[in-house]
């Protein structure tokens, strides 16, 4: 009877574990700490998709990742986004994301708006120094794809 009690506690030890651990895929998809933008207000899907996505690249991105901040780029934009990113990164010499040398702080996010099809969110990054860089994203409603990421109007 003890070969069958310590196999019992075995399963049990194991099943016990198993739930414990944290899934693969969501302890590697997840921002290493809330934004400050998720900490300002209660966010909208598309800014909560925004915000996501800029803590994932930002993360790669300090941590001298950038085959992995290449990954966050693929699963959260479009294919057509990607294309334009990297010419952009061709002509300029900064990140064709956070469109600077440096990384930011900290960022803030705002609705931008919704019409045909798209919604806009506002991200704001907001450097060591102080100083801010406007970026316009537009999403897709229909799947919360990101389809465009430009400065902000003029």
């Known amino acids: 009877m003890k070969p069958l009690r310590t196999a019992a506690t ?7 574990s198993t739930l414990l651990a ?5 302890a590697a998809g997840q921002p290493d700490r809330p934004s400050a933008a998720a ?9 909560q998709q925004v915000d996501t996505f800029f803590a994932l690249y930002r993360r790669d ?3 001298g990742n950038f085959g992995g901040a290449r990954r966050v780029r693929h699963l959260y934009l479009t294919p057509g986004l990607n294309g ?3 010419e ?3 002509t300029h010499d900064d990140d064709p994301v956070i469109r600077a040398r440096n990384v930011p702080v900290t960022w803030t996010l705002e609705y931008g708006g919704s019409g045909a099809g798209h919604t806009t969110v506002i991200l704001t990054e907001k450097f060591e120094d102080g100083s801010t860089i406007e970026m316009w994203y537009q999403l897709r409603l ?11 109007p003029v």
């Open 10 to 16: 075995a399963a049990l030890a194991l099943t016990v």
């Open 22 to 26: 944290p899934a693969p895929a969501l």
């Open 39 to 47: 900490r300002q207000h209660a966010l909208t899907p598309a800014e």
């Open 61 to 63: 991105i300090l941590n």
């Open 84 to 86: 334009r990113l990297d």
């Open 88 to 90: 952009w990164a061709g």
């Open 142 to 152: 229909s799947d919360l794809v990101i389809s465009d990421l430009e400065n902000a």
